[in-house]
């Protein structure tokens, strides 16, 4: 069975903090994409990868970075975080072409 | 670059009724189109999807009807039931599936 797991389901940081939230797929997918999820606003891509160490940025990328050393992990990091990037985020990966796998989401809030 | 929009955002049906979901999309070159689901709590998982070159496809309570003139596509759901209740999102892709543009969701709540 296809499986796209996120490290946290919930997590509480404070503005300024660096931020880690990583993804593993257990499909042998080569492309991996990183969301945001905000209500009225559906999901936004922030960064997507084809392969490992190479990275794109999507429609919003501005204060987040990725990395992806192993082809089954993909990292967003936000190096600093703020208030407005509380948010839902989520991560899918695709062996190529037609649908898109999603976890299950972290809700990540920023005080 | 595309541009989807989704209505209603909001979409309250009675239990047994169909319910619809439209979207439209600007980039004539998109060839894609899948529908997602997204229960509360978990990611959205794929229910129907359709090429540009079909212009319907159903999957038993399910179908999905693409107009690539007027470029808009749009879920039927029938015999609504309380477990179709849930976050639906539209997508469009130029590349296959490589990359997507998503409206912006609609909450369908089927009432017992």
């Known amino acids: 069975d296809v499986k796209v797991t996120q490290s946290s389901r919930y997590l509480v940081k404070r503005t300024g903090e660096k931020v880690f939230l990583e993804c593993v797929q257990d499909?042998?997918?080569?492309?991996m994409f990183w969301y945001r999820q905000d209500p009225g606003l559906g999901l936004r891509l922030i960064y997507f990868?084809?392969?490992?160490?190479?990275?794109e940025k999507g429609d919003i990328p501005e204060g987040y970075s990725v990395s992806r050393e192993k082809k089954e992990r993909f990292s967003l990091i936000l190096e600093s975080a703020s208030t407005n990037q509380t948010s839902m985020y989520l991560c899918?990966?695709?062996?190529?072409?037609?649908?898109?796998?999603f976890g299950p989401g972290t809700r990540l809030t920023v005080t | 670059g595309e541009n989807v929009e989704q209505h209603p955002s909001t979409l309250s049906v009675q239990e047994g009724d169909s319910a619809v979901i439209k979207c439209t999309y600007s980039?004539?070159?998109?060839?894609?189109f899948p529908w997602y689901k997204q229960e509360l709590g978990k990611g959205p998982q794929l229910i129907i999807d359709i090429r540009s070159n079909v212009g319907e496809k159903k999957d038993q309570r399910i179908a999905v009807t693409l107009n690539k003139t007027a470029k808009h596509f749009s879920l039927h759901i029938t015999e609504t039931q309380p477990e179709d209740s849930a976050v639906y999102f539209c997508a469009a892709s130029i590349d296959y599936g490589q990359n997507f543009v998503f409206g912006p969701g609609t909450r369908l709540s089927v009432l017992p």
């Open positions: 499909m042998d997918h080569e492309n």
């Open positions: 990868s084809y392969d490992v160490k190479m990275k």
């Open positions: 980039d004539s070159a998109s060839n894609y």
């Open positions: 899918a990966s695709t062996g190529g072409v037609y649908e898109q796998y």
